[in-house]
């Protein structure tokens, strides 16, 4: 047990903090939350930095090769997904869950996933392609928006209500396909049901023929931590028969995936 003050050790962490990365980390936060771009006076703005201090970071971040500059306009460059995904890559619960994902898929013969909640973007960290391909080019490390996919859904479904209408405000909603909700109440009503029922299905509103069912993942404490979902071509599978022949393979994935909580 440390004889020291409370306060005096507050203080010394305070002092061993670097004050300029911290708000360095700030504005990359920020990019990230405007894919479109920022001004510098933006940015300034934003982060509650002056102009000569938003004008450095932002020149350091692009010269690092973190962010990139077009013309008046900053946004973050690929060299940050890169990070991202040799992380994702490495993180042993996606090691671990890999053999159930695989087998969901060789049952299915249909590609399973698994995602996290990003903001208001659902991220890949893990991906089993399925024989048949599809128009959707997903990756590690590929986001797609949480309001319209399946994954999203069973994310947001552990949300509590404040924070789900906080992150459905935030959202920028758009008709994909003539079948999207774009209608904010009618989403959460459906993150609701998805809660309720224990997965979601997604029925072409992120592309025409393309229909997905998923189910939450838990750690410890009941909390959603992911998603896993299967992915299908809507001429294969009806949503009757993802609910009927999927659903049972992903909730069993999901389970054995969740020892992994318990075990660590």
């Not at 619960?93 to 698994?114: G, H, I, Q, T, Y």
């Not at 994935?253 to 969740?258: F, G, K, L, Q, T």
Request: with cysteine.
């Amino acid at each position: 047990m440390n004889g020291r003050p409370e306060s005096m050790r507050e203080t010394e962490q305070r002092t061993d903090r670097v004050g300029s990365l911290e708000k360095g980390l700030g504005v990359l936060e920020l990019l990230a939350l405007h894919p479109a771009g920022l001004t510098l006076t933006e940015t300034a703005a934003a982060a509650g930095l002056t102009r000569a201090g938003a004008r450095r970071l932002l020149l350091t971040l692009t010269a690092a090769g973190h962010a990139l500059q077009d013309g008046r306009k900053f946004t973050l460059s690929p060299k940050l997904l890169t990070l991202a995904r040799t992380w994702l890559n490495g993180v042993s619960l996606w090691d671990f869950a890999m053999p159930f994902m695989r087998e969901v898929s060789k049952a299915m013969n249909e590609s399973c996933s698994a995602a996290i909640l990003a903001d208001t973007d659902v991220v890949y960290v893990a991906r089993v392609p399925g024989e048949r391909i599809m128009s959707v080019a997903l990756n590690v490390g590929s986001r797609l928006p949480a309001y319209c996919t399946s994954m999203g859904r069973a994310l947001m479904s552990g949300l509590p209500s404040p924070e789900l209408e906080n992150l459905l405000r935030r959202s920028k909603i758009r008709a994909n396909t003539r079948k999207t909700i774009v209608n904010r109440v009618e989403i959460a009503r459906a993150v609701r049901r998805a809660a309720e029922d224990g997965y979601a299905i997604v029925d072409e509103e992120l592309e025409l023929g393309l229909r997905s069912i998923a189910v939450p993942i838990r750690g410890s404490g009941g909390r959603i931590v992911a998603a896993i979902n299967v992915s299908t071509q809507s001429a294969r599978y009806t949503p009757k028969d993802l609910k009927e022949v999927a659903l049972p393979h992903l909730k069993k994935a999901a389970a054995a995936i969740e020892t992994y909580f318990v075990m660590h």
